[in-house]
């Protein structure tokens, strides 16, 4: 369009007004990052299904005597996907959202970068395969080998730990959110105390000072995603997909290898991208006003701790039966537990919560009900 339409003015203003509003939604920095990651993205399912579609397919490849095209290429990616959802991608993604808002940033790629760090650990293994290290293929495919061992044990641990410490945060966090609630009741506070009472964490930073500067931006979220790729749940899914036959993937062209890695980064990218973006948004309506602020993060927070609890216990848990060699009927359900069938659940409670918050807020006015206060607090601050 000529900047001269432009300088007419819009023949439909409310067009116009409604598109300025989905601008104003973010920054412009913000759009930046927002587009370099879809950029990154598309780009990965591009490369991905053009190498399965133009290169793998129509060489006819075969891998243990059945056709290796779209249907493998199709399950890693559904695999890729299906991991986004596992427990312990959403509430790292989640409750580390929160913990940067809490900082005064707007993480719209947490999920990404911890995505594309998990991610690293496949393609890597994938990488290896595809240029002809044989020697990881026997410990690759039987589950009794050290590298299992070792590798899950590594992976798990830290993802039980992670999520402890972050929970630890989080409860700390929601009581001073209490505290600032009770107080904001009777007109003591202004909304410079409620933002100063919000951001405080000097108890956690007691104990855990290091921890908790070292994950100050979206980007740090990659080598968390990393160790807990170390996993090897999700590697060992794509390596079995290459290694199905006896023959361990041999005579199958470096490229055919690799476009299985890059399909399944794509999909589990996608949805942790979308999970991270999705509660970015969620936590910036609640930042927006003190009453929302409180509201909200008195109920999400609450959430956010007994989703992160319970998934680090059920991974430190089972941990510790396997190491110990535990047995009986709960150490049975404990390593009965699905880790993915949680996840879903734990993407609903999330939806629901969110849902019903709104419903409360809405039917029960709660924003009218408490501003006055908040009006009051902040006139006698003056």
Known sequence: MARSELDRGPSHPSQLTGFSRVLGVLAPAEWWRLGSMLAVIVALHLVGWITLVALVEPAQLALGGKAFGIGIGLTAYMLGMRHAFDADHIAAIDNTTRKLMNDG????????????????????????????????????????SSLHHYTGLIGTGVSGVFLYLIAVLNVIVLAGILRVFARLRRGEFNEAELEQQLDSRGLINRFLGRFTKAITKSWHMYPVGLLFGLGFDTATEIALLVLASTSAAAGLPWYAILCLPVLFTAGMCLLDTIDGSFMNFAYGWAFSNPVRKIYYNITITALSVAVALLIGSVELLGLVADEFGWRGPFWRWIAGLDLNVVGFAVVAMFVVTWAVALLVWRLGRIEEKWAPAVERAASSAT
């Open 105 to 144: 940033q707007r993480p719209l790629a947490a999920g990404f970068f911890f995505s594309l760090g998990h991610s690293t650990v496949v393609f890597a293994l994938a990488v290896l395969l595809a240029t002809g290290v044989k020697t990881i293929v026997g410990p690759v495919r039987q589950d009794s």
